[in-house]
């Protein structure tokens, strides 16, 4: 066993075990952007623009180099290059510190380069790490190559807290660290584990004022990239979220060094809009919050999406949580100076963590319990990632003594390392137990399916689908994150329908927001790259936004306002009646739209279920493709317009055409399933919008063309394995399956 801490770290090893995890990474990389968060980072990125609180500005700036740099076809795969190398090099780091806890305990360097490899296997194709590095959801990735570069850099202090530079070390740790908090929050992750760290290792560091100044500053410097949100925010890029800044004409001192600008700053810091509970108040049980870890702890080693192999994912997850403790404790044993520190990240990247992420039940979570606990509406897998990342070192080191284990009772010599005796074994008795250490390549085996991307388009086409679904310069009303980020990735990135102004609901109900839509420029519809149901018609240019309201009449807009008796609503031809019920903001600012707008037609994304009906509209909406338009006179049914009981009206040739134009069903069928659950409305609105024009092509009595439709559909029901929806559909009732029996049995997003 060997005792020598003046070693040299195989960086070279390290090198080559990172550059061979992105190559994983780039065989799987996506081409395009994703679900969720994915499009609005990138698109912010991209614009240099603010994605929602507190806005991640250190990600925005590296993340608009990338944006820029030549090293890909496009601007969302060089931004997925970004979180490829991010975590390509974390892995890097956690084989240095897997071969560092291996040095007092291994005497061969090829055993400890084995370790450290066996590390950068188990961490970098678990499910959630694997699954973030392919696509840029967010900054996690970012966060976890801070996180891994502090934490190297700490084990070396550990080594020598009386070396001539060990003081330069704290000081970089401190400055990666704020950096790390400009791109999110998790960049402080390490600094409790570092500060005991410091206290167990040289505890006088502490009483250094000179030192501890020095690290304050640093952290300041690294986080001083929040100073750019004010000054870029009053230059109102596309993506704005928050507006941390009282100018409202354009960046002047005056504005932007006063009290607004601090107080909007601060809100936005504190992430205010999000409310969220004191600690205290626990949003869902401890038990609860740590079931949830373990939920997607289990997902990490076999990401089984469909709940096939419950019985083996649940053994997989055992024996690597067995793994990791083991490794934890042999790490203790065998390595306390590094242990001072790893130890106490470890528990701060678990037990920690699950309690001040305070979360409510998870999505997937305790089905059984169903409605009746408060959900996070997506899950949250994706906060772990830094502990499932980092559970690599223990699961590597664990795998490493159970393979010396092993290798003794094969065949062991007698070694003497000062006054003690070992029995080590021979080297012919490691080879021949080397098949144990297949065990690392379990998560890539088990993952690729579920975590690869390679060749995804989907969200794209979605996006550029349900924009082109709304007529030229019209108002595309949505509700939700995967029906609106998408779409300005759509807008602002690849340049597709900007001529369309999205108006998402949540956002409404938010004062910045609507000073966004009314500062948008209006812009010219590209009619050769539009649908061709669309050409050759003359649509007239708005001359001026979609919100006719000046900045103060939209920031004096009340929260809700509450209808107590029937109200009478209507333009033109246009009249209804809204009934008794609490208006939000947003409800309120829609109607207004609608008033003040002749040369632009309303759209209520087929994704906002049932809104239209609420404001009265839903005798007055017509479906075309993935929107329902807002007509001006009652809808009269007719060759081309007919009803469908559960849709309303259809515009029979409109949807056919816009159906044949659709990019998304193709790319569906080639991806061939779908892993996130609670994002599993979109692959449904698709097969709803085919079903429910082949069901109107039905009652205008065209089956031919109704039957190739249904087809389409039904051929992504199958990839997207809509269980019961798919036997209706392979073998087709006496009339086709309608839409509301489709939202019957899979339930639209939130």
């Given at each position: 066993?060997?005792?020598?801490?003046?070693?040299?770290?195989?960086?070279?090893?390290?090198?080559?075990?990172?550059?061979?995890?992105?190559?994983?990474?780039?065989?799987?990389?996506?081409?395009?952007?994703?679900?969720?968060?994915?499009?609005?980072?990138?698109?912010?990125?991209?614009?240099?623009?603010?994605?929602?609180?507190?806005?991640?500005?250190?990600?925005?700036?590296?993340?608009?180099?990338?944006?820029?740099?030549?090293?890909?076809?496009?601007?969302?795969?060089?931004?997925?290059?970004?979180?490829?190398?991010?975590?390509?090099?974390?892995?890097?780091?956690?084989?240095?510190?897997?071969?560092?806890?291996?040095?007092?305990?291994?005497?061969?360097?090829?055993?400890?380069?084995?370790?450290?490899?066996?590390?950068?296997?188990?961490?970098?194709?678990?499910?959630?790490?694997?699954?973030?590095?392919?696509v840029n959801e967010k900054v996690y990735t970012v966060s976890l190559v801070g996180l891994a570069i502090c934490a190297w850099l700490t084990?070396?202090?550990?080594?020598?807290?009386?070396?001539?530079?060990?003081?330069?070390?704290?000081?970089?740790?401190?400055?990666?660290?704020?950096?790390?908090?400009?791109?999110?929050?998790?960049?402080?992750?390490?600094?409790?584990?570092?500060?005991?760290?410091?206290?167990?290792?040289?505890?006088?560091?502490?009483?250094?004022?000179?030192?501890?100044?020095?690290?304050?500053?640093?952290?300041?410097?690294?986080?001083?990239?929040?100073?750019?949100?004010?000054?870029?925010?009053?230059?109102?890029?596309?993506?704005?979220?928050?507006?941390?800044?009282?100018?409202?004409?354009?960046?002047?001192?005056?504005?932007?060094?006063?009290?607004?600008?601090?107080?909007?700053?601060?809100?936005?810091?504190?992430?205010?809009?999000?409310?969220?509970?004191?600690?205290?108040?626990?949003?869902?049980?401890?038990?609860?919050?740590?079931?949830?870890?373990?939920?997607?702890?289990?997902?990490?080693?076999?990401?089984?999406?469909?709940?096939?192999?419950?019985?083996?994912?649940?053994?997989?997850?055992?024996?690597?949580?067995?793994?990791?403790?083991?490794?934890?404790?042999?790490?203790?044993?065998?390595?306390?100076?590094?242990?001072?520190?790893?130890?106490?990240?470890?528990?701060?990247?678990?037990?920690?963590?699950?309690?001040?992420?305070?979360?409510?039940?998870?999505?997937?979570?305790?089905?059984?319990?169903?409605?009746?606990?408060?959900?996070?509406?997506?899950?949250?897998?994706?906060?772990?990632?830094?502990?499932?990342?980092?559970?690599?070192?223990?699961?590597?080191?664990?795998?490493?003594?159970?393979?010396?284990?092993?290798?003794?009772?094969?065949?062991?010599?007698?070694?003497?390392?000062?006054?003690?005796?070992?029995?080590?074994?021979?080297?012919?008795?490691?080879?021949?137990?080397?098949?144990?250490?297949?065990i690392a390549f379990v998560p890539m085996v088990g993952n690729w399916q579920a975590s690869s991307r390679a060749g995804e388009t989907d969200?794209?086409?979605?996006?550029?689908?349900?924009?082109?679904?709304?007529?030229?310069?019209?108002?595309?009303?949505?509700?939700?994150?995967?029906?609106?980020?998408?779409?300005?990735?759509?807008?602002?990135?690849?340049?597709?329908?900007?001529?369309?102004?999205?108006?998402?609901?949540?956002?409404?109900?938010?004062?910045?927001?609507?000073?966004?839509?009314?500062?948008?420029?209006?812009?010219?519809?590209?009619?050769?790259?539009?649908?061709?149901?669309?050409?050759?018609?003359?649509?007239?240019?708005?001359?001026?936004?979609?919100?006719?309201?000046?900045?103060?009449?939209?920031d004096r807009l009340p929260p809700y306002q509450e209808v107590t008796t029937p109200q009478r609503f209507g333009k033109g031809q246009l009249?209804?009646?809204?009934?008794?019920?609490?208006?939000?903001?947003?409800?309120?600012?829609?109607?207004?739209?609608?008033?003040?707008?002749?040369?632009?037609?309303?759209?209520?994304?087929?994704?906002?279920?049932?809104?239209?009906?609420?404001?009265?509209?839903?005798?007055?909406?017509?479906?075309?493709?993935?929107?329902?338009?807002?007509?001006?006179?009652?809808?009269?049914?007719?060759?081309?317009?007919?009803?469908?009981?559960?849709?309303?009206?259809?515009?029979?040739?409109?949807?056919?055409?816009?159906?044949?134009?659709?990019?998304?069903?193709?790319?569906?069928?080639?991806?061939?399933?779908?892993?996130?659950?609670?994002?599993?409305?979109?692959?449904?609105?698709?097969?709803?919008?085919?079903?429910?024009?082949?069901?109107?092509?039905?009652?205008?009595?065209?089956?031919?063309?109704?039957?190739?439709?249904?087809?389409?559909?039904?051929?992504?029901?199958?990839?997207?394995?809509?269980?019961?929806?798919?036997?209706?559909?392979?073998?087709?009732?006496?009339?086709?399956?309608?839409?509301?029996?489709?939202?019957?049995?899979?339930?639209?997003?939130?």
């Amino acid at each position: 066993m060997s005792q020598d801490l003046d070693y040299r770290p195989s960086y070279l090893a390290a090198t080559i075990a990172g550059l061979l995890t992105l190559l994983l990474y780039l065989i799987t990389l996506s081409p395009e952007t994703a679900m969720w968060d994915t499009s609005e980072y990138i698109t912010a990125a991209y614009t240099l623009g603010l994605p929602h609180p507190p806005g991640n500005p250190f990600f925005v700036l590296i993340g608009r180099v990338f944006a820029v740099l030549p090293i890909a076809p496009s601007v969302a795969m060089r931004i997925n290059l970004l979180a490829a190398i991010s975590s390509a090099v974390s892995a890097g780091m956690w084989f240095l510190i897997t071969e560092r806890v291996l040095v007092g305990w291994l005497d061969q360097r090829w055993q400890r380069i084995v370790g450290g490899s066996l590390a950068v296997l188990i961490g970098a194709t678990a499910f959630t790490v694997w699954s973030q590095s392919v696509v840029n959801e967010k900054v996690y990735t970012v966060s976890l190559v801070g996180l891994a570069i502090c934490a190297w850099l700490t084990v070396r202090w550990c080594d020598e807290p009386d070396a001539p530079k060990a003081d330069r070390l704290l000081v970089l740790v401190a400055y990666l660290c704020g950096l790390g908090y400009a791109n999110h929050m998790a960049g402080m992750l390490a600094v409790p584990a570092v500060g005991i760290a410091v206290l167990i290792r040289k505890p006088a560091t502490l009483l250094r004022w000179k030192l501890i100044l020095a690290c304050a500053a640093a952290v300041f410097l690294g986080g001083s990239s929040f100073a750019t949100q004010p000054i870029r925010a009053a230059h109102f890029p596309a993506i704005n979220e928050g507006e941390p800044t009282a100018c409202r004409d354009g960046l002047t001192v005056s504005c932007t060094f006063s009290k607004g600008t601090y107080d909007a700053f601060k809100y936005n810091f504190d992430r205010g809009q999000y409310a969220k509970p004191p600690l205290a108040d626990r949003q869902a049980p401890f038990s609860a919050q740590i079931g949830m870890w373990w939920l997607y702890f289990k997902w990490q080693w076999l990401r089984d999406a469909h709940n096939k192999k419950p019985g083996l994912q649940g053994g997989l997850a055992a024996l690597f949580l067995v793994l990791g403790i083991l490794g934890g404790w042999v790490h203790y044993r065998r390595d306390p100076r590094s242990f001072a520190f790893f130890g106490p990240l470890m528990a701060t990247l678990t037990i920690v963590l699950i309690y001040y992420l305070n979360f409510k039940y998870g999505a997937s979570q305790a089905p059984e319990l169903a409605d009746s606990v408060d959900r996070e509406v997506r899950d949250r897998d994706y906060f772990y990632l830094w502990s499932f990342s980092a559970w690599s070192v223990w699961a590597a080191l664990g795998l490493v003594y159970l393979w010396e284990s092993l290798a003794v009772v094969l065949g062991s010599e007698k070694v003497r390392v000062g006054t003690d005796t070992f029995d080590l074994p021979t080297k012919r008795s490691w080879l021949l137990t080397s098949p144990l250490l297949a065990i690392a390549f379990v998560p890539m085996v088990g993952n690729w399916q579920a975590s690869s991307r390679a060749g995804e388009t989907d969200t794209a086409d979605f996006a550029i689908d349900l924009l082109n679904s709304v007529e030229p310069y019209g108002i595309l009303v949505t509700v939700g994150d995967n029906d609106t980020f998408p779409l300005w990735y759509a807008q602002e990135v690849l340049g597709v329908r900007k001529d369309v102004t999205v108006a998402n609901t949540s956002l409404l109900n938010t004062d910045w927001y609507t000073r966004q839509i009314i500062r948008r420029p209006v812009f010219e519809y590209d009619e050769a790259n539009g649908p061709a149901i669309f050409r050759g018609k003359q649509w007239k240019k708005p001359d001026g936004p979609a919100i006719k309201m000046t900045m103060d009449e939209a920031d004096r807009l009340p929260p809700y306002q509450e209808v107590t008796t029937p109200q009478r609503f209507g333009k033109g031809q246009l009249q209804t009646v809204i009934q008794p019920r609490v208006l939000a903001r947003a409800d309120i600012l829609v109607l207004r739209m609608l008033l003040d707008n002749d040369d632009r037609a309303i759209h209520f994304s087929r994704t906002s279920g049932s809104l239209a009906e609420q404001l009265g509209l839903g005798e007055y909406s017509v479906m075309q493709g993935h929107t329902r338009k807002v007509v001006m006179a009652p809808v009269v049914e007719s060759s081309n317009i007919v009803r469908i009981p559960g849709e309303g009206y259809v515009d029979v040739e409109r949807s056919v055409a816009l159906w044949k134009e659709m990019k998304t069903p193709e790319s569906l069928i080639k991806k061939g399933d779908w892993v996130d659950a609670p994002s599993k409305g979109i692959p449904f609105l698709i097969v709803s919008t085919g079903v429910a024009t082949a069901e109107a092509l039905l009652r205008a009595g065209r089956q031919e063309e109704a039957n190739a439709v249904l087809d389409r559909s039904r051929n992504v029901a199958t990839a997207m394995r809509f269980g019961q929806i798919v036997n209706q559909l392979v073998s087709p009732p006496p009339t086709p399956l309608s839409d509301t029996q489709l939202r019957t049995a899979v339930p639209p997003q939130p």
